[in-house]
């Protein structure tokens, strides 16, 4: 396994990544330790920095959409994206339909994740994984390729009931992509007052969770109740994503759930995601 581990980090260059990115230092304690101090790295050369000159009447040019004009087909609002796009390629939207609660008070959810890639094994980035506990890459790896027969057997059937070949799900995933994602939920010592997962559905094909024995957390929506998944010793629970969503043309529905916290007792749950990858390579995982 050891070579296995090595031509894998040999191969990292070839992971898709949002940006590059150098290890710098968190700014806000920089300034919280020394408010006066300005690094030299900080210190641009003059002629580098932009010459601003406020112009009001010009900023106040900056176009303005009315998106609930744009939904309702407006010509002129439509024109004025056009133009917006064409000179000036930024625009603000109003009346967009976001309520001020969302945008102001985004409430934050009570865990912690981690998130790694764990096939295609190239796309794996060692240097991130964690050290401790000592085996766990080792017992991520058993787990994430166990999980990846259940979930192709499922795939499988999933296909046969859908009226296709088998292997159907399993080719259009092509490369199947498969991410896993740790929780851990700390106690609350106000388990009323927070989520611990926000409601959502999740972005994949199907989703394959382990959660703990003997402690309940994950609710899910049916019939406009939240419903509790109670757990059942060594089961994994698996739900649709919004993929088969829509290649079921809705037949098969990507669920809300949520994770609630306890008062007592720290939760952990391992999700193992199917998320596809488009051609743009672009990442659909949660
Ligand atoms: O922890 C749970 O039971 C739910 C987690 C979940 O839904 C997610 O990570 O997408
Ligand atoms: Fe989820």
């Not at 210190?43 to 010009?58: A, I």
Request: charged content about 25%.
């Amino acid at each position: 396994m050891g070579s296995d581990v090595e031509e894998i980090a040999r191969e990292e260059q070839d992971v898709p990544t949002y940006a590059a990115s150098i290890p710098v230092p968190n700014v806000q304690e920089m300034v919280k330790g020394d408010p006066s101090h300005i690094p030299e790295r900080y210190v641009r050369n003059q002629e580098d920095m932009p010459k601003t000159t406020y112009m009001k009447s010009l900023s106040s040019k900056i176009p303005v959409i009315d998106l609930s004009l744009l939904s309702n087909g407006h010509e002129e609002e439509l024109k004025k994206l056009d133009q917006a796009l064409k000179e000036w390629g930024f625009f603000q939207v109003v009346n967009h339909g976001v309520s001020e609660r969302v945008l102001q008070e985004q409430k934050l959810d009570w865990s912690d994740a981690l998130i790694l890639v764990t096939f295609p094994s190239k796309f794996r980035r060692l240097k991130f994984w964690p050290s401790t506990p000592k085996d766990l890459k080792e017992i991520i790896e058993t787990y994430s390729t166990e999980v990846r027969r259940v979930a192709e057997e499922l795939l499988g059937s999933i296909s046969f009931i859908m009226g296709m070949e088998k292997n159907t799900l399993l080719t259009v995933h092509k490369e199947m992509i498969q991410a896993l994602r740790i929780n851990y939920y700390p106690h609350c010592p106000k388990p009323d007052e927070v989520l611990g997962i926000s409601p959502h559905s999740d972005a994949s094909t199907i989703t394959i969770l382990l959660q703990e024995d003997d402690l309940n957390g994950l609710q899910i929506s049916h019939g406009g109740e939240w419903v509790p998944v109670e757990p059942i010793s060594n089961a994994l629970v698996v739900n649709v994503g919004d993929v088969s969503e829509i290649w079921s043309n809705g037949k098969y529905k990507s669920i809300e759930h949520t994770a609630v916290t306890n008062e007592n007792k720290a939760r952990i749950s391992c999700i193992i995601s199917l998320p596809t990858m488009s051609k743009l390579d672009h990442w659909i995982i949660w």
